[in-house]
């Protein structure tokens, strides 16, 4: 599943086009008038009806954020819905970032990294698990069977096993011939371009109006043998608070890392901050820093508790699907370098 395909059915299909600096196509209140109405999204949730469910996703993964938001009108409990969608990509073999078929290490080792967060703020990850295709559900494993937040490698690997999970090769000769490609130069760009990466972070938000998230990855493309980017790691690649909202985070993990991402913008909605403004502020956190965001891409995506949903990324390209009443909208995403 090509990123590009999905920009182009965006701008073909003429759906959520982008205008001026906030995301357009939102069937709730705007962004922009809910950031100029200066009231706290918060407060004025209190005084709304129970949102319709909702499923947003990273990127133009249509079919996964599809099948969590028919979940949601099926009934679905936030999470539920959340891993379903997810797990689309995770089975996807063409998606070379996300599960079975993703891109290897430069060892040629497949290892994927998950985490989901549920509406009470309970939370379950796996980093770096190399056998296992639906690691976003091992998380969740972790989180209900465990005492512990994480597991790592062999451990999240026997912990799965243990659990009925499947012991699966995730390299696919695709991804196969691709590596062998990569090492005739094996020249390691830990960049973010358009080629590497595709992480779907997902948030849902379901009939009584409860929020959970996931992400799941298999990081870097031919990164090196052990590294784990931001996807897994609560606070960065995912975070929500039930009472205010949630964000998931795409790109250069480390950057996200750096900046704990998704758990800032959380922050900055329970401080009166739209999802979109709050997106725009952890975007710029990063780009202040100093000039080498010119090289990576980061995005966020965020929904608060009244439904109203956000996104903001570096480079342009990056898109967001969300399903609301029946339609699922592959959404353009405004950026903030320019030229
Ligand atoms: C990582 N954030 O491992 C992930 C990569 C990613 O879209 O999001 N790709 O750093």
Redesign the pocket.
């Known amino acids: 599943m090509k990123r590009r395909t999905f920009i182009q059915n965006a701008s073909l299909s003429g759906l959520g086009v982008v205008a001026g600096t906030t995301v357009l196509a939102c069937n709730n209140t705007s962004s922009t008038s809910e950031a100029n109405s200066k009231e706290n999204p918060v407060d004025t949730m209190k005084n709304t009806e129970k949102p319709t469910p909702i499923a947003i996703c990273?990127?133009g993964f249509t079919k996964a954020n599809e099948a969590a938001g028919i979940a949601l009108k099926n009934g679905d409990p936030a999470l539920d819905a959340a891993i379903k969608g997810v797990s689309v990509e995770e089975e996807n073999l063409k998606n070379t970032?996300v599960g079975k078929g993703g891109a290897p290490d430069r060892e040629g080792n497949v290892t994927l990294?998950a985490c989901v967060m549920d509406p009470s703020g309970d939370c379950g990850a796996v980093l770096c698990v190399a056998h296992i295709t639906n690691v976003a559900a091992l998380a969740r494993k972790v989180m209900e069977e465990t005492p512990h937040v994480i597991l790592a490698g062999e451990g999240a690997e026997e912990f799965a096993l243990a659990n009925g999970f499947e012991k699966e090769n995730l390299l696919t000769e695709a991804s196969k011939e691709a590596w062998q490609e990569w090492l005739k130069t094996s020249e390691y760009k830990p960049l973010?371009n358009i080629e590497?990466?595709?992480?779907?972070?997902m948030l849902t938000m379901d009939g009584n109006g409860d929020i959970a998230g996931a992400?799941t990855?298999?990081?870097?493309s031919y990164?090196m043998k052990g590294?784990?980017?931001?996807?897994p790691i609560i606070g960065s690649?995912l975070f929500l608070d039930n009472e205010i909202g949630g964000a998931v985070?795409?790109?250069?993990?480390?950057e996200?890392?750096k900046t704990v991402g998704s758990f800032l913008i959380v922050e900055l909605m329970r401080n009166g901050m739209s999802p979109q403004e709050a997106c725009e502020e952890a975007v710029h956190r990063i780009v202040k820093k100093n000039d080498r965001y010119k090289d990576f891409?980061?995005?966020y995506i965020a929904m608060n508790k009244a439904g109203e949903t956000g996104a903001y990324c570096i480079h342009e390209g990056f898109t967001m699907m969300r399903y609301q009443d029946g339609k699922n909208e592959n959404v353009a995403v405004d950026f903030y370098k320019k030229s």
């Not at 990855?217 to 870097?220: A, M, Q």
């Open positions: 990273t990127w970032t990294d973010i590497n990466h595709d992480t779907i972070g992400c990855t298999s990081g870097l990164k590294r784990v980017g931001d996807s690649g985070a795409t790109g250069m993990g480390e996200v890392l891409q980061v995005a």
